[in-house]
């Protein structure tokens, strides 16, 4: 039978040295190391002194002791049949693990959340997958995690459903709407809100891989209502526009007057998506080549010296009445010449477009002698990187010169070139 440990609790100073042991322990991963005693007052002093087998004097100038010298004076006691970690655990009355102990049991039980997400909702796998990857837009879940695994268990199971009843590409629904059909609470995903958060995250995850969407996950507002349009989701139809000229539209009554007035006076239209939204079908006023561009300065360069041209402006990356134009443009049977920035933001646009519309997209201008033309002087070697998910293999020619020149290529260099380019 084991000797009680009254003595540790009782005779002063131990309950202070076994809160520093502990400390040390559980730093190191071992018994080693030493604990100071600054604060330790005479009496306690000379009560861990005589447990250890050396005078007050000697403890009070060391200043300091040691786990190994504790372990070993252990061994030659009545409690020598406690090992030095069974001894700080009964007397603290815990769990006493190592750091490392500690990681890995976390580690473990993070793993068995999510495994138990993947078989709950196998769906969206992808998105487990990108969790487990602890990736710096995933740190809002896994602060989540250790607050309140269980409500995070439910809102992610909300979420998986969501993702799993987004409205078909070409259709859309407000956010509200959404919200009250899968959960019954208009204000469910309400992007203030946690499950909000994390549906903007998944939407997020799954843009990235379908080269959707490039750079971080959304912070503004305006940001947020790009992504959730890529989805079908409207948050907000005005803010959202597409700048164009030279294109006729329809809807249910017909020609629209508002489009034919445009071409007829040559007029450029910055299209909300509320607008495009009630169309049925939008074509170039003439002939089926349509040009695109992602500077706005270089657009209206082009608008100006060749009139009535079809040119569309998606200034930078494409928002949801950007896609949603261009998607009423292909069932049209229309071919869109995209020209961008040669920095590997503008290729990631252009790549994005072409995982899209596949055969209905040509590159225009995006060659590599077209860089060597326009590249400037701006060093881009911290954003090369991003080059590495191109899809798209007619892309990877030009790719591989910028990553080599480590400059920037701009549109503003090739608009002799483009407006050439419309004019034949």
């Not at 993070?110 to 969206?124: I, R, T």
């Not at 909000?196 to 305006?222: C, D, M, N, Y």
């Not at 079908?281 to 082009?302: K, M």
């Not at 590249?375 to 991003?386: A, F, L, V």
Request: hydrophobic share 40%; glycine share 8%.
């Amino acid at each position: 039978m084991k000797a009680p440990l009254k003595i540790f609790i009782e005779e002063p100073g131990f309950l202070k040295l076994f809160a520093l042991f502990k400390q040390k322990y559980r730093s190191l991963g071992r018994v080693s190391g030493t604990v100071k005693l600054d604060g330790f007052s005479d009496e306690e002093i000379a009560s861990i002194a005589g447990f250890m087998g050396v005078s007050p004097e000697n403890l009070r100038d060391k200043g300091k002791a040691a786990l190994a010298d504790f372990e070993r004076e252990l061994a030659r006691t009545p409690f020598r049949e406690y090992s030095f970690v069974e001894l700080l655990q009964e007397v603290l009355g815990e769990t006493v693990l190592t750091k490392r102990e500690e990681d890995n049991l976390t580690l473990q039980a993070e793993k068995k959340f999510l495994a138990s997400m993947k078989a709950d909702a196998p769906a969206v796998t992808w998105w487990w997958e990108r969790l487990e990857e602890k990736s710096a837009d995933s740190r809002m879940f896994w602060t989540l995690y250790k607050q309140d695994p269980v409500r995070l268990q439910q809102a992610l199971l909300t979420v998986a459903a969501a993702a799993g009843s987004l409205p078909k590409r070409g259709e859309f629904i407000r956010l509200p709407v959404f919200a009250q059909k899968i959960t019954g609470n208009p204000h469910s995903f309400d992007t203030s809100g946690v499950t909000g958060k994390l549906l903007l995250h998944a939407l997020f995850v799954q843009s990235v891989s379908r080269g959707e969407w490039e750079g971080s996950i959304p912070k503004t507002s305006g940001e947020m209502n790009d992504l959730l349009g890529l989805h079908g989701l409207l948050k907000d139809d005005l803010w959202s526009f597409v700048t164009c000229r030279g294109f006729l539209a329809e809807d249910g009554k017909g020609r629209h007057p508002v489009w034919e007035g445009a071409v007829a006076r040559g007029s450029v239209m910055n299209v909300p998506v509320r607008e495009l939204l009630g169309l049925e079908s939008v074509w170039p006023a003439s002939g089926s080549e349509v040009w695109i561009v992602e500077n706005s300065s270089v657009c209206s360069a082009l608008i100006d010296k060749v009139p009535n041209a079809p040119v569309i402006c998606t200034h930078g990356q494409l928002r949801t009445a950007g896609w949603l134009l261009l998607d009423y443009l292909v069932e049209e049977g229309c071919k869109l010449n995209y020209s961008g920035d040669l920095d590997p933001e503008g290729l990631l646009i252009a790549d994005g477009i072409w995982r899209r519309y596949q055969d209905s997209v040509i590159f225009w201008r995006m060659d590599s002698n077209s860089y060597r033309k326009s590249i400037s002087e701006e060093d881009i070697t911290s954003r090369i990187g991003k080059l590495d998910s191109l899809q798209s293999q007619e892309l990877t020619s030009v790719a591989s010169l910028v990553k080599a020149e480590g400059k920037a290529g701009y549109q503003e260099g090739l608009i002799e070139d483009l407006i050439r380019d419309m004019r034949a």
